[in-house]
């Protein structure tokens, strides 16, 4: 009964360097979002996806590209980090869209550090 | 624009008193609203969910939440709260037409022995 796995949980990177965080359900869902959550700020949408092959911009996408090659993975890619990317990332997906009142499922976070 | 907003950031109370966590809306079009705990070092977990018809919505560890469509408020309560209670709570909501969910900035729990 795994529902969303992220990978990894925690990693250090260093100013520059470029890594991508994996994001994995095994739920047939559609729908896969990418948040950042801040201190004071809640969750902030990234990026997310409505379908194998699809992606869209969220609230905050800078600096972050994301691919849906697999209906069961999304991956979330940082080029080239910075500081202010340094965040605990979360993962979700949905059967269907907020839309029609499909609640998100959450991984348990990816906690980024930038140096 | 869609938005959220949780009154407080951060809640004491103590075991077996009564709490109230706040959520004020503001859309044009009709919502659906949820409310997702997070508990130390998890992820967020569904609370419960609005569903048209009746005001009340109910979860099954005795918390509930009030939709006023008047007053763009979706309150949650809880008559008798638990040490094990204490977690992060986040108010979100979806417009009728988007895909986005919209989180608060959330409201901290404390629950003292």
């Known amino acids: 009964n795994a529902g969303v796995t992220q990978t990894p949980k925690f990693r250090v990177l260093k100013t520059g360097q470029s890594m991508t965080l994996l994001c994995a359900q095994d739920?047939?869902?559609?729908?896969m979002y990418w948040y950042r959550q801040d201190p004071g700020m809640g969750l902030r949408l990234i990026h997310y996806s409505v379908g194998e092959g699809t992606t869209a911009k969220g609230e905050v996408p800078d600096g972050y590209n994301v691919s849906r090659l697999k209906k069961q993975n999304f991956l979330l890619g940082l080029e080239s980090a910075a500081p202010s990317q340094t965040s605990v990332y979360f993962c979700a997906s949905s059967l269907n869209s907020v839309r029609v009142n499909q609640p998100q499922h959450f991984g348990d976070g990816t906690r980024l550090s930038i140096l | 624009a869609q938005s959220v907003t949780q009154l407080d950031s951060q809640v004491p109370v103590f075991e077996e008193a009564p709490v109230e966590l706040r959520c004020n809306y503001s859309s044009s079009v009709s919502v659906y609203l949820f409310w997702y705990v997070q508990y130390p070092n998890q992820g967020l977990q569904l609370l419960l969910k609005?569903?048209?018809?009746?005001?009340l919505v109910e979860s099954i560890n005795g918390f509930e939440a009030e939709f006023n469509k008047s007053q763009t408020s979706f309150h949650l309560r809880k008559p008798s709260v638990h040490i094990s209670d204490t977690a992060e709570y986040f108010c979100a909501v979806s417009a009728g037409n988007t895909d986005k969910l919209i989180f608060g900035t959330g409201t901290r729990l404390q629950v003292f022995p």
């Open positions: 609005y569903l048209s018809g009746s005001t």
């Open positions: 739920m047939n869902h559609e729908y």
